[in-house]
């Protein structure tokens, strides 16, 4: 497994940017997927965005397409998600999770989570 650990939230206004960062440990981090997840208060945690081992597949929940974009520095051991046009209903912890499963949306196929980064959208 790995260890992951999340930065780069805060507090925006609604139509800012922010940009994730999730930065892994260990010397296998090319062989893992690598999805975002976030969860607001009182909801279930929800899927946000994948990126394949080379990152040369993604995917996004419908909500953030065409406003989030992740990616994937290997050499960097780091997965990255733009947020632009931030909305309220972004608001959230968000966590970044390594797995083997590319294209699953489920959280019990992640192994390794990281302890999340908090964002904040104010209208």
């Known amino acids: 497994q790995v260890q992951l650990v999340e930065s780069g939230g805060g507090l925006v206004q609604a139509g800012n940017s922010l940009r994730l960062s999730c930065a892994a440990s260990?010397?296998?981090?090319?062989?893992?997927?690598v999805n975002w997840f976030r969860q607001a208060p009182g909801k279930e945690r929800e899927f946000v965005a994948a990126i394949s081992w080379s990152g040369n597949m993604t995917s996004y929940a419908d909500s953030v397409k065409g406003r989030f974009t992740i990616s994937r520095d290997n050499a960097k051991n780091t997965v990255y998600l733009q947020m632009n046009s931030l909305k309220p209903e972004d608001t959230a912890v968000y966590y970044c999770a390594a797995g083997q499963a590319y294209g699953s949306r489920w959280a019990a196929d992640f192994g390794s989570w990281g302890q999340g980064t908090q964002v904040t959208v104010s209208s």
């Open positions: 260990g010397r296998t981090f090319y062989s893992y997927v």
